[in-house]
């Protein structure tokens, strides 16, 4: 069969067979070639510095030389077992000495999965059903997850919105939605319903930060009323600080989910807790009853421990987040004062290591606040970006360690064009 090597003729291809032309997570109006370093190719060859890093677990980089010299010495071992193995255990060790939360963790394949099991685990310790989530908060693919993370039609909280067909109505009656940041409607839910089992959140909302004091504030009335606080770190763990938002924050949760950069670049993720909850992963100490039955084909991967364990080493050397946070404020740095000088108005929203832009003047706490004045600023900033070779979510932009000076010389080029398209 001949090569077909025009993006176009990938596309049409993807069209074909894929429902929407994609995967379900990108614009299908690119096809990715290759990636290194900090760089990808799409496959018309056009080269992109790229800040989306396979939306987060790239921190490293592509191809980062010891992750994959990890990776080939484990593939001739076996790439796969189902059975334990020693890398795996090996990964445990690292995440439990890591993450102030974890006493032992359990593996699965996806954030989405770690999340789904992360709940269900808080109903079989507490033995109570309802869920407290917040609105916009993004909890994988779950039908519990899909409530409410982005609601088109403004509903009174707590009722909880369907984001996805196929999800029964009973789901919605057992979870409980509340804005972001605003801790008297918590409190508010806690007193009125005694049959929460846990509050689930991302201690970063996306790219919106926890204002002040509300994190201890959300493990204060978990504890008051005798619910167990969730943090969400698929995308903070090993991101923000080594130890993930429960580091740079100093609050700490009861359970929490992990992935993206635990595995390197390959699928795996992990949820984690104190040893008396994980318990209910144990039949002989919890029972039939309490037992929570929980396997995967792919748990624990060799491979992808390999590579999460390497991946892990490099972030533990001295100055890798102090690098990281000086890339994404000269990111941050170059955008605001571009903006600026043109006079737009905007917003940098988030972490040195995780933020984006909203084009808009109104703070941003919360999902319904957190908006693009024009949505059209926003898809026309992030269209110039491309076409001047900056590769982004619409919604994110993940600095990696492999970013280098050139790159950022890159990077304000393509964001000083951007502003321009905004002035045209």
Not at 329 to 354: F, N
Request: proline share 5%.
């Amino acid at each position: 069969m001949q090569k077909l090597t025009s993006q176009s003729e990938w596309i049409a291809r993807a069209r074909a067979v894929l429902p929407a032309a994609g995967f379900g997570n990108f614009d299908p109006g690119i096809v990715i070639a290759s990636g290194e370093g900090s760089r990808v190719w799409d496959e018309d060859g056009r080269e992109y510095v790229d800040y989306l890093i396979g939306s987060g677990p790239m921190l490293l980089g592509h191809g980062h030389p010891e992750v994959m010299e990890a990776v080939l010495e484990q593939l001739p071992k076996g790439m796969t077992f189902f059975a334990n193995n020693s890398k795996g255990i090996e990964l445990a060790e690292a995440i439990v000495e890591a993450v102030p939360c974890c006493e032992q963790v359990r593996f699965v394949a996806s954030g989405g999965e770690a999340d789904m099991y992360a709940i269900r685990l808080a109903r079989a310790y507490t033995g109570r059903d309802k869920i407290l989530k917040f609105e916009g908060g993004y909890h994988g693919m779950s039908a519990e997850a899909q409530m409410s993370l982005a609601p088109e039609a403004r509903v009174n909280f707590p009722q909880a919105v369907p984001d996805s067909a196929g999800i029964p109505q009973s789901v919605a009656e057992q979870m409980l939605i509340a804005p972001f940041n605003d801790l008297a409607a918590v409190e508010a839910l806690l007193q009125e319903h005694d049959d929460i089992a846990a509050i689930v959140a991302e201690p970063l909302q996306r790219i919106i930060p926890a204002e002040p004091g509300y994190l201890q504030g959300l493990r204060d009335l978990c504890d008051k009323h005798h619910v167990l606080l969730i943090f969400d770190e698929i995308v903070t763990g090993f991101r923000l600080a080594y130890g993930g938002a429960q580091e740079r924050y100093g609050v700490i949760p009861d359970i929490c989910t992990l992935g993206k950069i635990i595995g390197g670049g390959f699928p795996l993720a992990a949820l984690g807790a104190r040893a008396d909850i994980m318990a209910h992963f144990d039949k002989a100490i919890v029972g039939a009853d309490k037992w929570l039955m929980q396997l995967g084909t792919l748990s624990g991967n060799p491979v992808a421990a390999a590579a999460g364990l390497k991946t892990m080493e490099v972030l533990r050397r001295d100055g890798a987040y102090e690098r990281l946070r000086d890339i994404g404020g000269r990111v941050q740095k170059m955008q605001t004062e571009a903006l600026h000088a043109a006079g737009i108005p905007h917003q940098i929203c988030g972490d040195a290591t995780l933020f984006d832009i909203w084009f808009t003047d109104a703070p941003c706490r919360d999902y319904r606040s957190a908006r693009h004045d024009d949505p059209a600023r926003n898809a026309t900033y992030n269209a110039a970006l491309r076409a001047h070779g900056i590769f982004k979510s619409p919604g994110k932009l993940y600095p990696s360690l492999a970013i280098t000076e050139a790159d950022l010389n890159l990077t304000r080029a393509g964001v000083q064009a951007a502003v321009e398209a905004l002035r045209a």
